[in-house]
């Protein structure tokens, strides 16, 4: 099967509300999980994971709507940052360059 068809797939049932599309900058995540919940997304490699805090509240839209004018049907909300992986091997990358400068040079 191609990643066309997989992909064509997945949105059809996104369009559905079977599952949930998570779009952010550079990625698209599928979810099966369709009741509003943030999400975390990793500048670095892309990683999506569901964030334990709730976001439905009413409250949010209507204070949205009261500000704006608009008529707010929902909203998702969406944390970037580094991922624990990737901020261990930057971390790593960096203890490397600081270890090879530490060392003198052999001429």
Not at 15 to 21: D, P, V
Not at 50 to 73: C, E, F
Request: hydrophobic share 40%; proline share 6%.
């Amino acid at each position: 099967m191609s990643q066309a068809t997989v992909y064509r797939n997945l949105h059809l049932l996104a369009q559905e509300g079977q599952i949930l599309s998570i779009k952010a900058p550079g990625v698209e995540h599928f979810d099966l999980r369709r009741d509003a919940h943030p999400h975390l997304v990793c500048v670095r490699c892309g990683s999506v994971v569901d964030v334990p805090l709730a976001s439905d509240d009413p409250k949010l839209d209507a204070s949205v709507a009261n500000k704006t004018g608009w008529q707010v049907l929902d909203h998702q909300l969406i944390f970037r940052g580094v991922c624990p992986d990737c901020a261990a091997r930057e971390a790593q990358a960096a203890d490397a360059d600081a270890g090879e400068k530490d060392e003198p040079s052999r001429q």
